[in-house]
């Protein structure tokens, strides 16, 4: 509630000297319908008590007060209140957010059926239903750190991994969340859309505490860290890797409580933190606090616009002018009209002959945007003024040509980026190479026009090689085992082997005999041999 009321401005707070109308036409109907004011000029004063008929004092809503506050809201509204910024335009609109799951041998607890870490995997599937396309980072981590998913937006592959993961594969026992954190502030190092960092684990050792508490008082840092807890303050046997159950050196069974004092000790340093729940309050908690993270750092953003929400303002002012229809409510006066006319009418006297009903509410790029969110792109096109949101109805209409055009009137990074797409469409490759490079010249690092830059390079065809007799081609029923190679030393001559891209990643699928945990074993063990390495 500070926050909303501390950003709330005007845009246009000139609109507001108009105010003064208000208690203007109010005191001066007061004035004109006081009957002694009229009639002591004409009437001895003594006589006048006397014609006078007291009225009774029974206050009821009349038309000097509709009209009052019908002009307060008015002004109010064309004053253009606002509080709130816009999400940039041409921006990912998905919040990021990078999971940590730990993976330490206590996830393995029975404490929750059938165990900690089977039920978390259950719990990050409907994550992924209710963010709808969000853009997903994967890590693990015990005592060492490793990265299973970049971020992602495909579901499928995330759960293929995810169901793929176990205690087992992590290299060292232990937990250390200090590193952990590091690791993934390391790999957050290149984003420039704000992360939200998500530790599902069972306890966070006191030795990390400081880390956390370093990063939440950085103010250059604009990541938000939550955790979340699982586990019960009971706690349960932990399950070994085979069959059984962990047991210490007297051969008792090892139990795993949820350390809720370091969950307490988290929310003292402000990261927010909550526990695993068996409905889905949780999971809404979660993604309430991602979206309202990166909506609350474009907040900050100075080049984003304000959202004028004067347009709230029409309900309440329809809703009262229905009285206006009511028998015997009329004003007669004109300088009502006169006010009226100024504060409703006035900004819209500039409408030239011809233009549609719309015109009178809608400027043409909220026309467009219309358009363009109820699909008719062409519509949408023709009537944005914005050569951005133009071209890029012109592109989903799939005229990229007109496209190209009304790009081309602006000298922005989004500008040049959407070039780019446009001209990779029309398969003029080289030119949306210059432009991406534009495009990066302008906003770096940018991932997308990075990615698109080095997707279009490479569809460029590329120069034969001059002695074609010497080339070298391999069908494409041959798996790569299979593949013959030169062994006469310097005799032997470089080939280029030319191959369809689909057919060749066609033959390493059929050559692929591992799963994703034994993949995610070897990765994770080397990382830990290099990361321990003097």
Known sequence: MSEWWASLHFLRPQWLWLLLTVPTIYLSFRIRDDVRSRWKRYIDPALLDHLIVARRRRWRFRPIHMISFLIFLGVIAVAGPTWRREQPPFTEDKALLVIALDLSDTMNAIDLDPTRLERVKLKLRDLLKVRKGGRTALFVYAKTAHMVLPFTTDDSLFDLYLSSLSTSLMPVEGKNTANALRTIEDF??????????????????????????????????????????????????????????LSDSSGRRIYSKLDVNALRALSDIGIAATTLTLNDDDIQWIQRRVQHHLEAVQQK??????????????????????????????????????????????????????????????????????????????????????????????????????????????????????????????????????????????????????????????????????????????????PPDQMKFDEK????????????????????????????ADFLRRSFAIQAAQEHRP
């Open 301 to 478: 953003n100075p080049k984003t616009r304000w959202i004028d929400e004067g347009y709230w303002l029409t309900i309440p002012i329809a809703t009262i002018a229905v009285f206006w229809f009511r028998k015997g409510w009329t004003v007669r006066w004109t300088s009502t009209s006169t006010v009226l006319a100024v504060v409703f009418v006035l900004p819209s006297t500039q409408i030239p002959s011809g233009r549609s009903w719309l015109d009178l509410w809608l400027t043409h790029d909220q026309q467009g945007r219309y358009y363009f969110e109820k699909g008719a792109y062409q519509k949408a096109a023709d009537k944005f003024d914005d050569p951005l949101w133009r071209g890029i109805a012109f592109a989903r209409a799939g005229q990229y040509e007109n496209a190209l055009n009304a790009f081309a009137l602006c000298d922005s990074a989004e500008a040049w980026y959407n070039q780019g797409n446009a001209l990779a469409h029309l398969a003029k490759y080289p030119e949306a190479v210059e432009a991406y490079q534009q495009s990066l010249a302008r906003h770096h690092p940018w991932p997308e026009a990075q990615e698109n830059l080095a997707l279009v390079q490479s569809l460029i065809p590329k120069a034969k090689d001059k002695d074609k007799d010497e080339e070298q081609e391999i069908p494409p029923n041959v």
């Open 489 to 516: 030393g310097k005799k032997g001559k470089k080939t280029q082997i030319q191959l369809d891209p689909q057919k060749m990643a066609d033959i390493w699928m059929r050559n692929i005999q591992t799963t994703p």
């Open 188 to 245: 957050l190092k290149g984003e420039t859309v704000p992360a939200t960092v998500l530790f599902i684990t069972d306890g966070i050792e006191p030795q990390a505490l400081p880390a956390f508490r370093q990063l939440s008082e950085q103010q250059e840092n604009q990541n938000d860290i939550l955790v979340m807890g699982v586990g019960t303050s009971a706690g349960g046997p932990v399950r070994a890797s085979g069959n059984g159950f």
